[in-house]
């Protein structure tokens, strides 16, 4: 009986699956809000977000993108890097190199750890086991420096720091548990040495001295322009991702009618929040049920989920445990249901994506709840 359900739905076309659920998902938007009105909604929201979100979000990146490169021009980076490398072995059993994917990975995104595991000279330090967790490892300080100016930003300072604790407890748990995954799997990796092919980088390149007045200049140019990159990229993201959720956070204006206007929505998921609100509320300290959308944004693109904040505190939900717990979740997380498959792919190991997406799910989700437990205790000091 099993075999034959299977059978017959795998023979429908995955165009007919793609149509329920669209169809299913606008159409109860639709009937609770009015066809033309969550057109309107989502228009406006999407035109809204762009102009006062993403912008000001872009403007962060190009900041951040040329105080990181500065860091790299003039030695900074390696200098966190020596002196975090001690920290690697014992806390995330990963060489002392890895300590440049950390800093690069923060002041960038979660695919710098790509473009460091592709050369001879940082991977040939790695075991099997070690290189391929370098997914989970990078990915958990992803845009990190990106959260953290934009939570100061919105008048939070001691909350985000607090949460970037919380996302590396969250790093180490994920890149362990990977680790414990690959061997599990395939114990012959424990022992097995990474071996890239190809040029290795800075091969048979002659360094360039340049006046500083010009090194200070094409840094700041150079990583304003990467952080214009990442702006632009954060944009399908944050009017697609975001606009749906909000459509799904919010209600109707404040008589109850719905208009067309922008951040008018259905409220679904704070319903579902309300429902499991005790569970959000021991885990993450969550006192209203609406602050279950950036987590779940999170997942997919932490700029998109970045965009909720100035709504959410307009809103008046937002306190300094959420900022805490948004951080820490936000780096932690950092997008990778988008990232994983792409990361691993490229590194030649597609087949453990699944292990690594588990992984990194449990090591948000203890990130978030290790960020709650402090901010209570910093409250209580």
């Known amino acids: 009986m099993k075999k034959g359900l299977r059978k017959f739905f795998s023979i429908i076309p995955s165009g007919i699956y793609c149509l329920i659920i669209v169809f299913g998902l606008f159409g109860y938007l639709g009937s609770q809000m009015g066809m033309a009105n969550m057109l309107n909604t989502l228009m406006h929201t999407a035109h809204d977000l762009l102009l006062n979100t993403v912008f000001y979000i872009m ?103 607090i949460g970037l604790i919380g996302a590396v407890i969250g790093c180490i748990v994920s890149t362990r548990l990977m680790q414990r995954f690959i061997i599990k799997q395939y114990p012959a990796y424990k022992d ?9 980088e800075g091969e048979n390149e002659e360094a360039v001295e340049k006046p500083m007045f010009q090194r200070i200049l094409d840094s700041l140019l150079d990583g304003g322009r ?61 006192k209203d049920p609406h602050l279950i959308a950036f987590p779940i944004t999170a997942l997919g693109a932490v700029g998109a989920a970045l965009g909720l904040i100035p709504n959410f505190m307009e809103a008046g939900w937002i306190d300094g445990n959420a900022i805490t717990v948004f951080t820490a979740i936000g780096m932690c997380w950092s997008g990778y249901l988008s990232t994983h498959t792409a990361m691993l792919d490229t590194l030649g190991f597609r087949k453990l994506t699944s292990k690594a997406i588990l992984a990194h799910t449990i090591g948000g989700l203890v990130a978030a709840f290790t960020a709650h437990w402090a901010f209570v205790l910093y409250s209580l000091i």
């Open 59 to 161: 403007a962060i990146c190009v900041i951040t993108g040329a105080i990181g490169r500065i860091f790299v021009e003039f030695g900074v980076v390696a200098l966190l890097e020596k002196l975090l490398r001690p920290l690697m072995k014992p806390l995330f059993n990963l060489p002392g190199v890895a300590s440049l994917g950390a800093v690069m990975t923060f002041l960038s995104d979660n695919p710098a750890i790509i473009a460091l595991a592709q050369d001879k000279k940082f991977s040939v330090y790695f075991k099997k086991y070690q290189f391929i967790s370098l997914t989970n490892f990078g990915t958990a300080f992803g845009m990190g420096l990106l959260v953290i100016v934009f939570m100061i930003g919105q008048g939070f300072y001691i909350e985000p720091l």
């Open 192 to 200: 097995e040495d990474v071996f890239v092919e190809g040029k290795v």
């Open 226 to 286: 990467t952080g214009v990159d990442v702006g632009l990229a954060i944009i399908p993201g944050v009017l697609i991702i975001s606009t749906l959720v909000m459509l799904l956070t919010f209600g109707p204006d404040n008589s109850g009618a719905y208009t067309g206007a922008a951040y008018e929505g259905v409220g679904l998921l704070p319903w579902i929040g309300g429902k499991l609100g005790f569970v959000f509320d021991w885990l993450f300290g969550f």
